[in-house]
């Protein structure tokens, strides 16, 4: 593969180098579905969070990645080896991540049948 060369602005170069360095971070351990946010997750973004990673949604992108990869430190140990019994063939559930994320806790959950991934403010819940 030929690396592609960039034209990103000052404002566009951190994205970009964000998205570049997710696509080759750790490997997916299951299949994503739809991905959607909720109104109040993205409200709360855009209330919250600096433009830079507003960007192409850059925020729920690393949230998405870190919750497919297996990220789930904030977890309780119960509840991360539910996710990982949830990867067994046969054995498939919902699987949980919890981040947090300027004293906000979001919650990004996958359907037992990987249909959709859904980013959501705990509150939403």
Known sequence: MQPQVSTTTPSTALPALMLEFLEHSKPELFELGQIVCTRNVVSWAEDNLPGVLLEGSLWARILIRA???????????????????????????????????????????????????????????
């Open 67 to 125: 919750h497919c990869t297996g990220c789930w430190e904030e977890l309780s140990n119960d509840d991360q080896q539910l996710n990982r019994s949830s990867l067994e063939p046969g054995n498939e559930g919902r699987i949980f991540s919890a981040y947090t994320l300027l004293g906000e806790k979001i919650y990004v959950i996958t359907e037992w049948d990987r249909s959709v991934t859904t980013v959501l403010l705990a509150s939403d819940y």
